[in-house]
């Protein structure tokens, strides 16, 4: 059997934010159709894993490659055109812009946006239609969160990749929120998504990493984490 | 009535310049959080541009082409040669500088600043330019709104000015550069994360913001204010007080902060002492700056979360 081309891959990564060594030879691949979690503690390192295959940060050493191309040295409106997108930490949206405004900007890196991209998004968040004309920094956490991943499906994605998108939220809209990634995964999204929700992010992914200061220290099917005792002893608290 | 009505017309001219200049500060200050320093000295050269292309096509004696578009031609030289001078400030003094403290960009700009009124000094000479702007075009017409009069090149300014302002309020609230720069303006990073281009939008805004300092500069050389290379350092530093006065980093506020400065200035020049002019706007600084810091229609300033 060959060997599939993941759709995101970070070879030996190493980043650093000044002096501070932060990820240490991270490897970690997305296949296309996959719902991946990335686990860990706080500040182990999985946003800076984020923004690293984005390209808000540069490694000092490694390769980031989406669809088998190496990126490492594109920006990030390059490698969002190769079909990346990401919903950061706390949402990050632009708060005096309007909702629409905001859209638009999730289509930046494209030159043309026909209007059925901006109904699918509408048909998928009927909340976010109604609150277009809305300044996005008025809306409730929840509604937050939609325009969030509407705003990051404008560019057209085959990989979402998520930081923390139940941070904040309540335990019915984390609910709700999680059915939305599972079927937006099932409409043939593939998924990285960082958690520290363990148990709710290992019971909707096919696979998982867990970070510890920088290293993966373990890897593999969901539902094998789920089981393993160690990583519940270490991240899930019980 | 009448002397109030023309002090009046006076502040909304030269309102119409400052709105101008610190609509440039404003631009570059709400995109990268940085004052400009050197912005007057795009103003100044802006005011030559226009001058030496008025000389080029002929002089208004002889000119070469019809007035209206001698006049064009002189804005489009000073705003495109305004802008391409704010990229290469931009480029070469500032953008090596941006990750470091918040102290060395400012004093680039001082640097930035001397430099360009030395180069105007060595290229363009000591002596005092004017513009002729009498001899192509007559400043006894115009129109009268009872017996208040306003020239042609005082409407001119002013209906320039609001085309100006008009089109930058499209761009900024219209198109995807527009948006771009909001975006940058709000969260570098998240505008980043949607793959916005940092440095291409920060250039694009020193070219905007120069090209209006240019436009400005050929402006207040119409209306025959002496041309030299230390034109800039005043008005820079009235525009800067215009744009704080309206809010630093609003659009909308440098348009209010530029007209009523000017009018105040109009005013207590033609009501109280005509030396006073210059004083106006410092007052003004101090006063906002004592006051109400963040101006007139400028947001609080929002911690991070
Ligand atoms: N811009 C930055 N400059 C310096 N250090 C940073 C920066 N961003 C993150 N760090 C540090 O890098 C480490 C890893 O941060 P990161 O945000 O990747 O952790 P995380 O796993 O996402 O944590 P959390 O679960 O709390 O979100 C932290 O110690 C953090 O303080
Ligand atoms: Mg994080």
Redesign the pocket.
Known sequence: MTERTPLLELRDVNTY??Q?H??QGVNLRVFEGEFVALL????????????TAVGL?TPKSGSVLIDGVEVTKEKPGERIRRGIAVVP?NRRLFGPMTVMENLQIGAYTRSHVPKEDYDYVFDLFPKVAERRNQLAGTLSGGEQQMVAVARALMSKPKLLLM??PS?GLSPLLVEQSFELIDDLHRQGVSMLV?E?NANMALSVADRGYV?QT?RVVLEGPAADLAQDAELRKAYLGR | MEYFGEQLVNGVVMGGVYALIALGYTLIYGVLQFLNLAHGELYMMGAFFGFFTMTALGGPSASAVPVAVMIGIMFIVAMGGGALLGVAVERFAYRPLRNSSRLAPLISALGVSLFLQNAALLLFGARVRLYDTGQFIDLRSGISIGRIRIDPTEMMVVIGALLLMAGLWLMVNRTRLGRAMRAVAVDQDAAVMNGIDVDRTVVWTFAIASGLAGAAGVMSGLLLYPVDQYMGVFAGLKGFSAAVLGGIGSIPGAMLGGFLLGITEALVTGYLNPTYADFIAFLILILVLLIRPRGILGRPAIAKV
């Not at chain 1, 860990?40 to 923004?51: H, V």
């Open positions: 934010y000044g501070i932060i990820l860990g503690g706080n500040a182990c390192g999985k946003s800076t894993t984020l923004k940060v930490e930081d923390e941070m960082v520290q970070l920088g």
